[in-house]
């Protein structure tokens, strides 16, 4: 018999705010991450704007001397973690306190274990070492440099923090990485391989070569507007907007949690997952491989497609994703599809990559949670054969019990997460 698998721990920092509190109370108004990139010069850019965090004060729940030899998308990680791990209430000192650094004292450590995403990894440490050994010679390189690059460590420093002995693994499967980093942690407690797994997904892309990256391949919207840069489903869409960020869930075994006393969010009931085998940047067309991986997750939650009231969907902002995804919706769903609530929440975070999928299930999770669906803010209108209800411009009160998060990434990777509203 597969056991049940609940959500009590949630964590993030993304463009709406550096906790789950701010970033939620920043969904439910509306508002919007997007602004002018800070973070480097862009006068030789068409590119102007991007999601990035703000205020990240990382040395409140990291120890500051060991940040210089950690990446930034490895920090964001991190510090998503730590709230997801104190929310989850797994790291306490005998007095009740909470510190980071903790080791597990609820779970023997070989039964707790991290799976966390990232697309691309420390780009803004390849890129500083690089001109390092351009300008002044490899010998200055820095002997950090590898592990602090390469895209399992955020994962690893979870795991090292606080001892963590379970599968502790980096799935990069670009913008589904996130998604599939969840849903493999919920394969793993569903299967008994752990109790408890930390998971979700991180990235930290805007630097000068990311951004020419993505702007050169006419990724990226050139609108330099805020408010109409990530618009997802509008006909006017050209392009995503890059964001940076975090999201992380702890996912424990029902009984195990019920145990403790831990706080329960949500259930985790169904995971897709597959390739569309078809191009390395563009989705199959009509969404034929999405619509295939939101039914692999729906057959695995053992429920109708009926059952489903909202979709967070991938929603990117580009003219083939949001026309294929919205295509692909109907496939699975037919005349029930205009009866779901779809929305875009990279329309106020943009889109952070392989942390997208992790920042999404955050928001899932509240959703259900609270009862409310996000906007897709920015929609204006759309084009003919996107007609479904994208819920423009304001969020909405709904009595929600499923909801399925989409994660679409380059190369053809689709993950599908289906959450369930927590019932004893």
């Given amino acids: 018999m597969m056991r049940r698998v609940v959500v009590t721990g949630l964590g993030t920092v993304n463009p709406t705010g550096n906790s789950v509190k701010e970033s939620w109370a920043s969904v439910k ?36 001397k060991e940040l210089r030899h950690i990446a930034r998308f490895t920090q964001l990680a991190m510090y998503a973690a730590e709230e997801a791990i104190e929310d989850a209430g797994l790291c306490k000192e005998e007095d009740g306190s909470y510190k980071f650094d903790t080791k597990v004292s609820e779970i023997p450590a070989d039964r707790c274990g991290v799976i966390v995403s990232s697309g691309i990894g420390g780009l803004d440490e ?3 070492n690089d001109q390092k050994a351009q300008t002044k010679g490899y010998n200055f390189v820095s002997p950090f440099f590898v592990p602090m690059a390469i895209c399992n460590m955020a994962a690893a420093r979870i795991a090292i923090a606080h001892g ?4 502790c693994t980096c799935p990069v499967t670009a913008c589904a990485g996130g998604s599939n980093a969840i849903g493999d942690a919920f394969f793993r407690v569903r299967d008994g391989y752990e109790d408890v797994m930390i998971c979700g997904g991180t990235e930290s892309s805007i630097t000068p070569l990311g951004i020419a990256g993505f702007q050169n391949m006419k990724a990226l919207s050139d609108t330099e507007d805020p408010e109409r840069a990530s ?8 392009g995503f907007v890059m964001g940076e960020g ?23 009931v169904g995971y897709g997952s597959n390739c569309d085998a078809y191009h390395i940047t563009s989705p199959s067309p009509d969404g034929q491989g999405g619509a295939a991986c939101m039914k692999l997750a729906i057959k695995d939650a053992g429920i109708d497609e009926k059952d489903v009231d909202y979709i967070n969907a991938h929603g990117t902002s580009t003219s083939l994703n949001d026309k294929y995804e919205t295509a692909a919706i109907k496939s699975v769903f037919g005349d ?25 299930a955050v928001f899932s999770v509240k959703a259900l949670e609270d009862g409310f669906v996000p906007a897709t ?3 204006k209108e759309t084009e003919p054969e996107m007609d479904l209800n994208y819920v423009p411009r304001k969020g909405v009160n709904a009595d929600l019990k499923y909801v399925l998060s989409n994660s679409l990434g380059f190369g053809g990777h689709n993950a599908c997460l289906i959450f369930k509203r927590y019932e004893n």
């Fill in 246 to 268: 975090s999201g992380i869930l702890v996912l424990e075994e029902y009984e195990h949690a019920v145990k403790r006393g831990a706080h329960i969010y949500a259930e985790i």
């Fill in 336 to 360: 029930y599809a205009k009866d779901l609530y779809v929305s875009s929440t990279k329309s106020m975070t943009g889109h952070l990559l392989g942390g997208a999928g992790g920042v999404e």
């Fill in 126 to 128: 390849i890129e500083k």
């Fill in 231 to 238: 618009i997802p489903f509008d006909k006017n869409r050209n």
């Fill in 29 to 64: 108004e509306s508002k919007i991450g997007i602004g002018k990139i800070t973070s480097f010069d862009t006068t030789d850019y068409k590119v102007k704007v991007a999601a990035e965090v703000k205020d990240f004060e990382p040395a409140t729940k990291l120890d500051k």
């Fill in 377 to 379: 803010v920015g929609l």
């Fill in 164 to 167: 963590f002995k379970g599968m």
